[in-house]
């Protein structure tokens, strides 16, 4: 007897998961026409991220359709894979960049996407792979050095590109991923402790390199990267640069109070006030325009999307599942935490677009592709069934 | 299975936790941000997008009595630029060599104005047609420079009453914090003296404003909402330009004509007219004068330099209110009249003047002005002949009846205090007492005691006793209007816009003396013999007019004598006083005297021709 197709859709289709994923979608697509809508080339952009919605859906179904354990056969070509894509930019012929921090893959003129996003997910799976072979306990010293290196080998990549953004999504992804993965709290204060000492040193040799090459522009940190640091411990320095544009999108997000201007209204959008305010400040439009309604309706959204993506790793059937779900909420919840937080003044600003919403093709098709992973895991938790 | 899963439960809790705390604490900044503090973000999204800038209001004219204009506008072009035209330093070189303003000015200029961020700043005030036209053809080579129309200030009369009109600057940043103009802003043009200065509120009228929404670059989008501006009100002064220009001239020849008797220090002096009964100013001239219209457009600093530096004589002082002097025996007049209304003495007074007076001892003596004495004198003659001697006696007399009736007298009579004329920089003069010498010799008390010399002294107009050229002047209309002290005043009206009166200046009594018609009938008569047998004869030879004066020659520590001469006129029924004061001019009946003859000729339509005589006394 053939199963009724109600019990093959509640299989396959993971409900909460599929329905925050299509509102924050379509809440996202309403809030780059609405941040576009007074910028010249309005039109273009709206276009050309419905055209990244449509890109991504395919990609959403196809990594549904594909086993996510199959994969986990891959680790060895996927971690080459993964260090061609992030240092594909810097390939003659291959690489553009823009306004020196986001780096494009380009053939000719033709621009195809930006590797470090679907790095991010290759870079999920790739140590997920690695992860699930201790089967949730990583002690050994020989273990957690193997676990580190794969971990830092695409960080040291991502960093040295310079993508600093990418970077701590990748820190932030090993992190969720190590503690799913059962790696010893002692270890974890090992990690910090190395890691506070990394970045120590890097910021004191980057100041004595700039004294002794008289290179005021930053040689290991860039000079606007050390702004916004010292722009986010003390707002009010340098107001008409770096600072501004933390003010501007204070101001928004503020002015917007309990239920906002209105979509498409709100001063600070529409007369330019908020700085890049399709793609990294986009939070601050919908601040201002849709007010705090607006605002704790997204973050509801989110929650509800990475509740289901718990209750997906949750039920996967194997540890390899749980920890490419677990992988990917904290990629979320990091760009969430870091791009709403600097938005408001409670994180330093750095190039981390918000998920779902932020314009920009390349995002969208990798936040949507995770989807279809999660829903290849949810799938396939009782089994690997044919379709 | 169930073994990884059992496993992975509490950590799946942990991350749980730690997604429900961020998206927690995220929520909770937001509604501190958006909700708590909302209102306060929104005040500075507004101050963000808003710019308002001010539509300044045509000043208005100065009229003189009859209407004919004083000070009127004109409008010029005047090149202005936005503030950040500053930072384009290749921009702000070829500007300055374009409207011959050097680049430091330029950048001065578009530094300051810190208030009005979109407000273009006032680079240079009436440039050629030519330079303006210039700049309109080659606009695309200057961003953010613009010509644009605005009126400057102009005196027909070139320096004509330049005192009393004052002239008009940029407000300074003491008048800005002093906050008289609860709108002004820096950049707005003011009144910095005179009428220009008293009357600013009236002139300015009330500026208009423009507000704009502006974007992130300044660049406006749209104007929200426009007030127009209101012209300031046309004022008519007491002034009649006629008169003033003759008393400017009179005062600038017997400046000549001092030095021409050898008084070749005179350089500066003062000449008043008033209406004896309503006090209205007809006349005011200081000299030396200045050209008002060197300020329009800020005054460049050798100028301002030039007008005060010690040796110009500081033509900016109006000394008819802003100087005191000794009055010297034109106060005889005030004296007598102390001396009657007192009953110290009376008409039939007489005193013997030997030449050497010793009322105080022989140790204490004071010369008479004429050395060989006037013989038995009555108060007639002694106003006729400026007898010392005589006025000695009086003094002495006010000295042994104890209190301090003429210092008394004095005052009622308007002097020892400011008068409240519409001007600014008015001085009290001074009528000194026993209360002031101590006061004023606290550190030494040896001269702190009140002597009769001291009584005696003032009762020749010398001493301690210091009067305003106004204050003379109007001393002697309360003697020819039958004794009321009113107060001066140059605003005749306000003047609504079709030119009527809308306010009109009251005639305001400040003291009545309640001098008696006896009294000031003795005292016409006394000063009416001044002009006809006594020092003032020679000046006032042939004048068809009866004149009531008294001529001045004032002593002054290490300078020249002062030569004065105050008066009322026509004597029967009076209309006009007038003061005259020449410093270091020498003698009164020889140098102020005729000055005031010159005036009067143009208020009664007497043909006037110059007089050269001579006069001895003090």
């Known amino acids: 007897m053939r199963a009724p197709i109600t019990r093959m859709v509640r299989d396959r289709v993971h409900g909460g998961l599929v329905l925050s994923a299509v509102a924050l979608v379509v809440f996202g697509g309403v809030m780059v026409w609405a941040a576009t809508l007074t910028m010249t080339g309005h039109a273009a952009m709206v276009q050309r991220q419905i055209l990244g919605m449509a890109v991504g859906l395919l990609a959403l179904v196809v990594m549904w359709l594909l086993d996510y354990q199959v994969l986990k056969a891959w680790t060895g070509p996927l971690m080459v894979a993964l260090s061609l894509l992030i240092i594909s930019p810097r390939i003659p012929g291959l690489g553009a960049s823009v306004s020196g921090a986001t780096s494009w893959l380009q053939i000719g003129s033709i621009r195809l996407f930006q590797p470090s996003e679907p790095a991010k997910l290759l870079f999920i799976v790739v140590l997920a792979a690695v992860i699930a072979e201790y089967g949730g306990k990583i002690d050994l010293p020989r273990d957690v050095l193997k676990v580190a290196g794969f971990a830092a080998l695409p960080l040291v990549l991502i960093l040295l590109q310079p993508d600093l953004g990418t970077g701590l999504v990748f820190v932030a992804i090993a992190s969720g991923m190590l503690l799913v993965g059962g790696l010893k709290a002692r270890w974890f204060a090992v990690f910090a402790l190395t890691g506070t000492v990394l970045v120590g040193a890097i910021f004191g040799l980057n100041s004595l390199l700039v004294s002794a090459m008289n290179k005021p522009e930053g040689v290991l940190i860039k000079a606007y990267q050390m702004d916004r640091l010292l722009v986010f411990v003390d707002p009010t ?151 | ?411 009622t009579m308007g002097l020892g205090a400011k008068l409240g004329i519409d001007l600014s920089g008015e001085v009290s003069g001074r009528v000194p007492d026993i209360a002031w010498k101590k006061a004023y010799n606290k550190n030494y008390p040896e001269y702190q005691q009140w002597l009769p010399g001291d009584t005696v002294n003032m009762s020749i107009g010398q001493g301690d006793l210091l009067v305003t050229p106004l204050q003379l002047a109007s001393a002697y209309a309360t003697l020819g209007n039958g004794g009321t002290v009113v107060r001066p005043h140059v605003l005749s009206a306000v003047l609504a816009p079709d030119g009527s009166a809308s306010v009109e200046t009251s005639v305001t009594v400040i003291s009545d003396p309640k001098l008696s018609a006896t009294n000031l009938a003795t005292l016409r008569s006394a000063l009416v013999g001044v002009t006809t047998t006594g020092t003032g004869r020679g000046s006032f030879v042939g004048f068809p007019i009866s004149v009531a004066g008294k001529t001045g020659t004032a002593q002054v520590n290490g300078k020249d004598d002062y030569a004065l001469f105050a008066c009322y006129a026509p004597a029967a029924a009076p209309k006009y006083a007038i003061a005259v004061i020449v410093e270091q001019g020498g003698h009164g009946g020889s140098v102020a005297a005729p000055a005031a003859r010159q005036i009067m000729s143009k208020l009664f339509g007497v043909k006037y021709k110059t007089i050269h005589t001579t006069d001895v006394s003090r």
């Open chain 1, 237 to 387: 320095r340098d107001p008409k640069g770096a600072g501004y544009n933390l003010a501007q999108s204070k101001i928004a997000i503020g002015s917007g109070g309990l239920t906002g201007a209105g979509l498409g209204m709100g001063t600070q959008s529409r007369l330019n006030f908020i700085p890049e305010r399709h793609t990294d400040f986009i939070f601050s439009v919908l601040g201002e325009q849709l007010g705090f309604a607006g605002a704790v309706m997204l973050l509801a959204l989110y929650l509800a999307l990475m509740a289901s993506a718990l209750s997906i790793s949750a039920s996967s059937r194997d540890l390899f599942g749980a920890l490419v779900a677990a992988g990917l909420i904290s990629m979320w919840a990091f760009q969430i935490l870091e791009n709403v937080g600097m938005t408001i003044g409670m994180m330093p600003i750095t190039g981390i677009p918000l998920p779902f919403m932020s314009y920009g093709s390349s995002f969208m098709v990798t936040n949507l592709a995770g989807i279809g992973m999660l829903l290849s895991i949810w799938s396939r938790r009782y089994g690997t069934t044919t379709t």
């Open chain 2, 1 to 411: 299975m169930t073994t990884f899963r059992q496993l992975l439960k509490g950590r799946f809790a942990v991350l749980g936790v730690v997604v429900l705390v961020m998206l927690g604490s995220l929520a909770v900044r937001l509604w501190g941000m958006q909700v708590l503090s909302g209102g306060s973000f929104a005040a500075a999204a507004e101050d963000n997008r808003i710019r308002e800038v001010s539509l300044p209001a045509a000043r208005g004219r100065i009229l003189d009595v009859k209407g004919r204009p004083l000070v009127t506008n004109r409008p010029v072009m005047a090149v202005t630029a936005q503030a950040t035209v500053s930072e384009d330093t290749t921009l702000v070189a070829q500007l300055a060599s374009v409207i011959g303003v050097p680049v430091d000015e330029i950048t001065k200029r578009l530094s300051s104005y810190k208030a009005e961020r979109l407000a273009p700043r006032i680079l240079k005030v009436d440039v050629p047609m030519q330079t303006a036209s210039f700049l309109a053809e080659h606009s695309a080579d200057f961003p953010g420079v613009a010509v644009e129309e605005s009126a400057v200030r102009v005196y027909p009369g070139g320096s004509l009453a330049a005192h009393v009109l004052g002239y008009t600057g940029e407000i300074s940043e003491t008048q800005l914090a002093a906050n008289a103009l609860p709108d002004a802003r820096i950049g707005d043009v003011v009144g910095k003296s005179g009428v220009e200065s008293s009357y600013d509120k009236v002139l300015q009228g009330e500026k208009g404003f423009r507000r704009f929404e502006v974007d992130n670059q300044g660049r406006v989008r749209t104007v929200l909402a426009e007030g127009a501006p209101r012209a300031g009100k046309d004022i008519r002064l007491t002034i009649n330009k006629d008169v003033q220009a003759v008393a400017e001239k009179a005062l600038s020849d017997a400046i000549a004509e001092a030095h021409r008797q050898g008084f070749t220090n005179a350089h500066a002096g003062s000449a008043v007219v008033l209406d004896v009964k309503t006090g209205a100013v007809i006349a005011m001239a200081s000299a030396p004068t200045y050209d008002p219209s060197v300020f329009l457009g800020g005054i460049s600093d050798a100028d301002w330099a030039m007008l005060n530096k010690k040796s110009s004589e500081y033509p900016l002082n109006n000394r008819a209110i802003m100087a005191a002097y000794a009055p010297a025996s034109t106060f005889k007049a005030i004296v007598a009249m102390a001396g009657l209304q007192t009953r110290l003495i009376t008409p039939s007074t007489t005193f013997q003047c030997p030449g050497f007076w010793t009322g105080m001892g022989k140790q204490w003596g004071k010369w008479c002005w004429l050395h060989s004495g006037h013989g038995y004198v009555s108060l007639h003659k002694a106003i006729g002949q400026s007898c010392d001697g005589y006025f000695y006696n009086v003094g002495k007399k006010f000295y042994d009846a104890k209190g301090e009736k003429l210092q008394d007298f004095a005052r």
